[in-house]
């Protein structure tokens, strides 16, 4: 079974359109399933840095403490519906409870969000999660079952800044470009998890096949690219959990023109 953890949190973005983070997520909630959907609350307020270089710092951690919460009272397989990237970090955690550490992390982004609050030249944490997930950065918000690099595949990167690209060139991380993802089943083979955890932000999509994200990379994976890849993963790996983030629509009219190619993303991913 699947259950639908609904996070609009938009506090880990720095983009100007970060508020319609909570539109899109609302509108993909429209189409869950009720009996199966969750919500989890976001605190309405921007929440403070502290002295910690993480913008709205209090705020993801409430959000952080309250879908783990949430995640604790089900044992089904969660889908987690953002939102931003950093909501992933508990979702990951739970994730590799459930497959008593035999995890990969198939993280399809066009960015690969390696920062620190020490490298990040805005501050947001959606550009620090997976560098959350492999246990890094602040101690609060890193993970607590981290994730270790060579059990991560990056898939459909093509935004990247100099620190992580430096942060890539030492690490074990597997980073595939757009034109590689061919590779990626592969990739999460040499790993030897029989269990995946798999990332979808929205802007892995070529523009073309969406609009609503609000950090739209070019030359991304085309829709039925990233169907095909699901399914493969699918056939490949039991699924341990799925997030998927960066929906932030200009308006109802518009977020209505992307949720049939959304809600082709979910159905590969929860489809039995």
């Avoid at 620090?128 to 890094?136: D, I, N, P, T, Y």
């Avoid at 595939?176 to 998890?193: K, P």
């Avoid at 082709?264 to 991913?269: E, Y």
Wanted: glycine residues 10%; charged residues 20%.
């Amino acid at each position: 079974m699947t259950a639908f953890m609904v996070v609009p949190q938009w506090q880990g973005s720095s983009s100007s359109r970060a508020m319609q983070l909570i539109d899109g997520a609302e509108a993909i909630r429209g189409d869950l399933p009720s009996s199966a959907t969750h919500d989890v609350a976001v605190p309405q307020g921007a929440g403070d840095a502290l002295d910690t270089g993480i913008s709205r710092f209090t705020s993801l951690v409430t959000v952080r403490e309250r879908l783990r919460e949430q995640l604790s009272t089900t044992r089904d397989t969660a889908v987690c519906i953002g939102g931003g990237c950093g909501i992933e970090i508990a979702a990951i955690d739970y994730a590799m409870e459930r497959a008593h550490g035999d995890l990969a992390v198939l993280w399809l982004d066009a960015h690969p969000d390696l920062h620190t609050a020490e490298t990040s030249p805005s501050g947001a944490f959606d550009g620090m999660a997976l560098r959350s997930v492999l246990g890094e950065g602040h101690d609060v918000l890193a993970a607590s079952h981290p994730v270790a690099p060579s059990n991560v595949v990056l898939g459909g990167i093509r935004s990247v800044d100099d620190d992580e690209a430096a942060y890539l060139d030492e690490s074990d991380l597997r980073a595939l470009s757009t034109d590689e993802v061919g590779g990626i089943v592969d990739s999460l083979d040499q790993t030897g998890a029989s269990e995946v955890y798999v990332h979808i932000d929205l802007d892995v999509l070529d523009p073309a096949d969406i609009d609503g994200t609000h950090w739209a990379e070019p030359f991304g994976i085309p829709l039925t690219g990233l169907i095909d890849l699901l399914g493969s993963v699918r056939s490949r790996f039991s699924l341990a959990g799925a997030g998927i983030t960066g929906f932030a629509p200009a308006s109802a009219a518009a977020a209505a023109d992307d949720l049939a190619a959304i809600l082709r993303v979910l159905g590969a991913l929860t489809r039995r």
